[in-house]
């Protein structure tokens, strides 16, 4: 969602607060701004609604000259997208960037304005400048103005400030949102993650949750939620080249690319290749046969990944599951068992329901796991047990290569779970190792399908509407074809169990209907193809993605066809995503749609 940056520099740092905003962009935003302390000492703002370029040309009819400054992307949540809403937030002392939200900015805004403050705008953040500035003006510095304001804050935060009377001086704050230090040369950074200092410095320190930090081009005092000094460890982060998209035409297009790499990185975490066994690494306390249940809990895609996992664990480890979306667990008063265990799913590791319901389960005593791929997260340091997935960092707002890579872990996760459990052989063990093993190629090669996804994507941006069909695996994976194609196609689409398909949803097949129906040759491929004869005898537009065998025992039909490897079932939904997301990302671009920041979306969802 929003994104900070904040620079302690030796020379001008506009450009290089926007170059960084820029750089955040995938997080998703609405409004952009920047603010500095000029070299005559008044702190100065430039801001704009829309993208970021709006901002950009404000900058170059209205230059800023200091060396320290802050600049935010900001997503709405209190107050429409307007200029005067986006930040920084501002008074004559202090001027401010916000990730998060205030709970209790309304009484503080009544008791502020009833002292004479003036707001102008709707949001809860510029309660905050208004709250230091009042404890400057009763003759506090501003770091201790600063730490007695967010001590008044309820709800979730991150800051960066800058003070009119002390250019050497940067603040920040985290509670409940991320925030980090970049440590540079004679500079120093804040931001809202390590992309968004990565062109500047390599070494970050990552503020722990309730830290704060007063920054001077010397260096960084931190303060932990007790208020007593802390020494943090440096860290050092990737290149900046991680936010480039190279020779792609967007990041999406990038990140499905990568995924070759991102898969066999993945696998070389939980498999042993030369012995082909399969393990999860730093269990902890965690004793996998001890567990008699499985909560899977995540939002969106990676909500459809632990679906398709349900059926990974069930078969192979013989273990109830139950998946739930993470906003409505916690409110549906789940029974936990004394042996049940919860597992997370997360691309970020900061989407705020997942985060909620990890919290939901710790606090009921279950033991947590989850999927992470962002290190360093609030979720990574708060779950007992972190199953990565080595993805890198995806910009792209549609998640694909980390939903691979969740894939990739929640297998391995299944497979060392059945051998805990005694319900898979030392064999069975090593077939489904080598099918792990073996899968970053197989997707290499379903990538070869990307001429076919082009055309048929041209095609399906013509229609007013797309459904994707699939039993088993297939099915969680229909629902993530149909998710990744609206997202950023803004085309209607929807997923079913091609056995539900007459229960309603054929009421919707004509032959201006694409249909694309996920079923490479497996148990219940003949009972897809059922379901497939049912569309076709009502003109729908078939699109068929199967494996070679597949589309040999469906040659009759007169159907589009889309061709994957052949696999093991236990990888073939991760070849299988391939072809929808490169159907998607082609129907967008036919449609001319924002890929890599689609409209109202957000990268990291950080409110409930
Ligand atoms: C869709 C997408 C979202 C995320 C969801 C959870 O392409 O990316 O549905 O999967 O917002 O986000 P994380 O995985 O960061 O918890």
Not at 117 to 127: C, G, N, P, Y
Not at 360 to 386: F, H, I
Not at 508 to 531: G, H, Q, W, Y
Not at 579 to 590: D, E, K
Request: charge should be negative; proline fraction near 6%.
């Amino acid at each position: 969602m929003c994104g900070i940056i904040g620079i302690l520099g030796k020379a001008p740092v506009a450009q290089r607060v926007l170059e960084s905003l820029k750089r955040l962009e995938y997080r998703g935003y609405d409004s952009a701004g920047i603010a500095s302390l000029e070299p005559n000492g008044a702190l100065e703002r430039r801001r704009a609604s829309g993208k970021i370029i709006n901002l950009e040309a404000v900058l170059a009819s209205a230059p800023l000259q200091g060396h320290t400054g802050i600049g935010h992307t900001r997503w709405a949540t209190h107050g429409a997208p307007t200029e005067s809403n986006a930040h920084p937030h501002a008074t004559e002392k202090v001027a401010l960037v916000h990730n998060g939200i205030i709970e209790n900015f309304r009484p503080l805004r009544a008791r502020l304005m009833a002292e004479g403050h003036r707001f102008t705008s709707q949001t809860d953040t510029e309660v905050i400048a208004h709250l230091i500035t009042s404890h400057i003006l009763a003759g506090m510095d501003p770091i201790a103005a600063s730490e007695a304001a967010i001590g008044e804050l309820e709800g979730a935060f991150a800051l960066a400030c800058i003070f009119a009377d002390a250019p050497d001086l940067m603040f920040g704050a985290r509670r409940g949102s991320p925030l980090v230090i970049g440590i540079g040369d004679g500079e120093m950074f804040l931001g809202s993650d390590a992309i968004a200092v990565a062109p500047f410095t390599q070494t970050i320190i990552y503020l722990e949750e309730g830290d704060s930090a007063a920054l001077t081009r010397a260096g960084a005092r931190i303060k932990d939620d007790k208020g007593q000094p802390v020494t943090r460890p440096r860290a050092q982060v990737m290149g900046a080249a991680a936010a480039e998209k190279g020779n792609h035409r967007h990041f999406m297009q990038k990140e499905v690319y990568e995924q070759p790499e991102t898969l066999a990185r993945t696998v070389g975490r939980y498999v042993d290749g030369f012995s082909e066994t399969v393990s999860i690494p730093d269990l902890g306390a965690l004793d996998l046969a001890a567990i008699d249940q499985i909560f899977l809990v995540a939002c969106g895609t990676a909500s459809y990944a632990g679906r398709v996992a349900e059926y990974w664990l069930e078969s192979l480890a013989k273990i109830p599951v139950e998946c739930d979306i993470a906003s409505e667990f916690r409110y549906r008063s789940p029974v936990l068992g004394p042996k049940s265990a919860a597992m997370f799913i997360s691309q970020s590791g900061e989407t705020a329901d997942t985060l909620a319901a990890l919290r939901y389960a710790k606090q009921a005593g279950l033991p947590t796991l989850s999927v992470l791929n962002v290190p360093q997260s609030t979720m990574w340091r708060e779950t007992d047990c972190v199953l990565p997935t080595l993805a890198g960092p995806e910009i792209g707002v549609a998640s694909t290569k980390a939903f691979t890579a969740q894939l990739t872990a929640l297998a391995a996760f299944t497979i060392a779970l059945a051998k805990a459990r005694g319900t898979i052989d030392a064999d069975a063990e090593h077939r489904l190792a080598r099918a792990l093993i073996e899968m970053p190629r197989l997707v290499a090669q379903a990538l070869q399908c990307e001429p076919m996804a082009q055309q048929l994507g041209a095609e399906i941006a013509k229609s007013v509407g797309c459904l994707f069909l699939g039993r088993g695996v297939y099915f969680p994976l229909a629902l993530e074809g149909a998710l990744k194609l609206k997202e950023i196609s803004y085309l209607h689409a929807e997923g079913y169990a091609a056995g539900e398909l007459k229960h309603g949803p054929i009421a919707l097949v004509d032959e201006n209907m694409p249909v694309i129906v996920l079923a490479p040759k497996d148990p219940l491929f003949e009972k897809t193809m059922s379901n497939v004869e049912e569309v076709h005898a009502r003109g729908g537009k078939i699109i068929l993605i199967s494996d070679p065998p597949g589309h040999g025992a469906s040659e009759h039909l007169n159907v589009r066809r889309l061709i994957i490897p052949s696999c093991d079932g236990i990888v073939s939904p991760i070849v299988a995503a391939i072809p929808i997301q490169l159907i998607a990302y082609h129907t967008a671009l036919s449609r001319g749609t924002d890929v890599d920041q689609p409209r109202n979306l957000a990268k990291s969802v950080t409110v409930e």
